[in-house]
């Protein structure tokens, strides 16, 4: 008798531990490789003094620029990946200017990801719905507000977030104390 066989005849609440096990792995990889990106995001915030040498409002000013991406997007029915994951880069680098280490931002995404899950049966499942409060949540200053709004699109978040980075890696150049970005050219 084979082991697949085998499942089979085990007791329903046995097959479920299975299960959970299988998820709970898949969510781990997931969960892994979310944490690398936003740490290679903070990298790169660091190495074009993005995060030393930017201000807060600057960043929130970007913030909304990308969100108006996103919701541009979503009105004509275009994919919105790097639309997240842009938005998600900008909100990495608002926290690494708040102070925030690569570790505390790890973190912070992961609480935030467990609020998502944990009312996910609540949650409107309408982009237009998530997009009014994504800016219900800029007027109470919340980034945090901001990232569970993202996260929960009906989207892998953290497949976002490679788009994103992916488009941003290579890109050279540094943020000048005075805000100017300087691009470097080959």
């Not at 089979?8 to 299975?18: C, D, L, Q, S, Y």
């Not at 990308?66 to 994951?85: R, V, W």
């Not at 009014?132 to 945090?144: C, F, G, R, V």
Request: hydrophobic share 40%.
């Amino acid at each position: 008798m084979s082991k697949f066989s085998e499942f089979f005849k085990k007791p329903v609440n046995e097959k479920k531990g299975i299960y959970m096990q299988i998820l709970e792995k898949a969510n781990e990889t997931q969960q892994a490789a979310l944490d690398g990106l936003i740490g290679d995001i903070y990298q790169w915030g660091l190495d074009r003094c993005i995060i030393q040498n930017a201000t807060y409002e600057v960043q929130w000013l970007k913030l909304l620029s990308e969100i108006g991406e996103l919701a541009d997007n979503l009105a004509k029915g275009k994919p919105i990946y790097d639309d997240i994951g842009d938005c998600f880069v900008v909100l990495v680098m608002m926290q690494g200017i708040r102070g925030y280490s690569k570790e505390d931002i790890i973190e912070w995404v992961r609480t935030a990801a467990y609020v998502v899950d944990a009312c996910e049966e609540t949650r409107h499942d309408d982009d237009m719905y998530r997009m009014k409060s994504i800016l219900l949540s800029m007027h109470a200053d919340s980034p945090t507000l901001i990232l569970q709004e993202l996260m929960s699109f009906d989207v892998s978040f953290t497949e976002c977030a490679l788009v994103a980075y992916e488009d941003i890696k290579d890109r050279k150049g540094t943020l000048t104390k005075d805000g100017i970005f300087v691009k470097y050219t080959k």
